[in-house]
Nanobody, 113 residues
Framework: QLVESGGGLVQPGGSLRLSCAAS????????MGWYRQAPGKQREWVAT???????MYADSVKGRFTISRDNAKNTVYLQMNSLKPEDTAVYYC?????????WGQGTQVTVSS
């Protein structure tokens, strides 16, 4: 089970940190990712951190967002800086441990003045 938190309303240029807490004893083996879905759009990939700590980012967030994980806390984070109105979306975390895949329920991020 994955539970996201940390969403909210923020002004353009502001920051938020999303958290995704996982249950289970093999979190460290999972590749974890963040995705987002804006109204009327398809869900899109944002960032991934592998089970060995390798990170990858979508071009739209590179240099502004940072994904990290704390295996001792079974938690993955998404630090979002320099937020833009186009970052407004529901953000979801996903855990993958082949062949299994788990999604959280999502947390709303709204960037608006």
């Amino acid at each position: 089970q994955l539970v996201e938190s940390g969403g909210g309303l923020v002004q353009p240029g502001g920051s938020l940190r999303l958290s995704c807490a996982a249950s289970g004893s093999i979190f460290s083996a999972y590749n974890m990712g963040w995705y987002r879905q804006a109204p009327g759009k398809q869900r899109e990939w944002v960032a991934t951190i592998s089970n060995n700590g390798r990170t990858m980012y979508a071009d739209s967030v590179k240099g502004r967002f940072t994904i990290s994980r704390d295996n001792a806390k079974n938690t993955v984070y998404l630090q979002m800086n320099s937020l833009k109105p186009e970052d407004t979306a529901v953000y979801y975390c996903k855990g993958t441990y082949y062949p299994y895949e788990y999604w959280g329920q999502g947390t709303q991020v709204t960037v608006s003045s």
